[in-house]
């Protein structure tokens, strides 16, 4: 049963091409990069559905933070860089540092700012190697949701009707619970902002 952080971490050690895709990204050396989204969730997901294969990713998610280079050029770059490394793999390389533009929202100020502006808090999750070679987990919403089953959405997608609209859009396009049948579904509730 999973129950923590660590739990989670040793989950994906324990995933021989899961740890082939991290270590792939790895090579890159990109600043404030995190293999994100769907690629933690959706393991997550099948080890509590007791799924003997692992559902297919749609793309391998990997985000980093440069503002000194922002030209989108440099991301399809990387993206052939790693499929030269693992083909078979949908990749997907995003520089978070103009990625503030086509969401139309303030700028990030890292890569763990951006992530934790996911739309939903079972997704706002990264794993990468730090320097030493170990496997780092990053949570910015808490690892509770995922582990619980829960798609709830994050505080900055409760904070405007058109970021709720989103996320409802997402919940409906996604349709994860015709995959993962146990998930808990919430709508999202916005907040009226507090004024002093």
């Not at 989950?11 to 600043?31: G, H, K, V, Y």
């Not at 763990?112 to 990468?128: C, H």
């Not at 409802?168 to 916005?190: Q, S």
Request: glycine residues 2%.
């Amino acid at each position: 049963m999973l129950k923590s952080k660590n739990d989670v971490i040793r989950l994906i050690q324990s995933d021989d091409t899961m740890m082939e895709i991290i270590q792939a990204a790895s090579t890159l050396s990109l600043p404030d990069w995190w293999i994100c989204a769907g690629f933690v969730r959706s393991k997550v997901w099948d080890e509590l559905h007791e799924f003997k294969e692992r559902t297919l990713t749609q793309d391998v998610d990997v985000i980093y933070f440069d503002p000194t280079n922002i030209d989108e050029n440099v991301e399809k770059l990387l993206e052939k860089k790693l499929r030269r490394i693992l083909p078979d793999v949908p990749w997907s390389v995003k520089n978070q540092a103009r990625m503030h533009v086509v969401n139309q929202i303030p700028p990030y100020s890292s890569c763990i700012d951006a992530i934790s502006k996911f739309p939903e808090r079972a997704t706002a999750l990264g794993v990468k190697l730090d320097k030493e070679n170990n496997l780092v987990l990053i949570a910015p919403s808490g690892i509770e949701d995922v582990l619980n089953l829960e798609v709830k959405p994050t505080p900055f997608f409760t904070e405007t009707k058109e970021r709720a609209a989103i996320y409802e859009e997402r919940i409906v396009k996604k349709n994860w619970k015709a995959i993962w049948h146990k998930i808990n579904v919430h709508h999202v509730k916005v907040l009226k902002p507090h004024f002093k």
